[in-house]
């Protein structure tokens, strides 16, 4: 169970990275910014 959770966590966590690097791509933004960016989201959804 514990497994399969931080399975989920890692996937959700590359599937954001993947997103953001797009995202930052495309916006021509610094790989620093989407970082930072990530950061902040995953606080928000894991604290």
């Known amino acids: 169970m514990v497994n399969q959770k931080s399975e989920q966590v890692e996937q959700t966590g590359n599937t954001l990275r ?3 690097f797009k995202i930052s791509e495309e ?3 610094s790989i620093l ?3 930072l960016m990530l ?9």
């Open 18 to 20: 993947h997103n953001l």
């Open 27 to 29: 916006q021509g933004q």
């Open 33 to 35: 910014g989407s970082t």
């Open 39 to 47: 950061l902040d989201y995953t606080k928000n959804v894991f604290l």
